[in-house]
């Protein structure tokens, strides 16, 4: 028995509302939803919180703005071009004001969103 062919999915960012999330506003273009194995954010980061994932893996692309991203402890200055890779288990958050575009894999679930000291 074959495994049904999964289907591409295309799709802008102004087809999407961004959402509230611990780090600010995420426009979730792709998602679990889709039936994709991998998920496509575009996030507004301004004052996260500090959040972990158990099961996924993010990559950080900084696409405009500037500031801050913590990774269990330490702090890194973001700006346009840089590319962060960030393990599950790793908590993060990030503050000033840029947005990144973030490849979660596998595809990112709401429940997998661990707020710290909540």
Request: glycine share 10%; aromatic share 8%.
């Given at each position: 028995?074959?495994?049904?062919?999964?289907?591409?999915?295309?799709?802008?960012?102004?087809?999407?509302?961004?959402?509230?999330?611990?780090?600010?506003?995420?426009?979730?273009?792709?998602?679990?939803?889709?039936?994709?194995?991998?998920?496509?954010?575009?996030?507004?980061?301004?004052?996260?919180?500090?959040?972990?994932?158990?099961?996924?893996?993010?990559?950080?692309?900084?696409?405009?703005?500037?500031?801050?991203?913590?990774?269990?402890?330490?702090?890194?200055?973001?700006?346009?071009?840089?590319?962060?890779?960030?393990?599950?288990?790793?908590?993060?958050?990030?503050?000033?004001?840029?947005?990144?575009?973030?490849v979660v894999n596998p595809a990112f679930d709401p429940d997998d969103e661990i707020v710290v000291g909540s």
């Amino acid at each position: 028995m074959s495994t049904p062919k999964r289907q591409p999915v295309v799709r802008h960012r102004d087809e999407v509302e961004p959402v509230p999330c611990p780090c600010g506003w995420s426009t979730r273009i792709i998602t679990a939803d889709d039936g994709a194995a991998m998920s496509a954010h575009v996030t507004h980061i301004t004052q996260g919180a500090a959040h972990f994932h158990e099961i996924t893996d993010e990559m950080y692309y900084i696409i405009e703005g500037e500031g801050y991203l913590e990774l269990d402890g330490r702090t890194y200055p973001v700006r346009p071009g840089l590319a962060i890779y960030i393990p599950a288990g790793v908590t993060h958050r990030g503050w000033g004001d840029f947005k990144a575009l973030i490849v979660v894999n596998p595809a990112f679930d709401p429940d997998d969103e661990i707020v710290v000291g909540s």
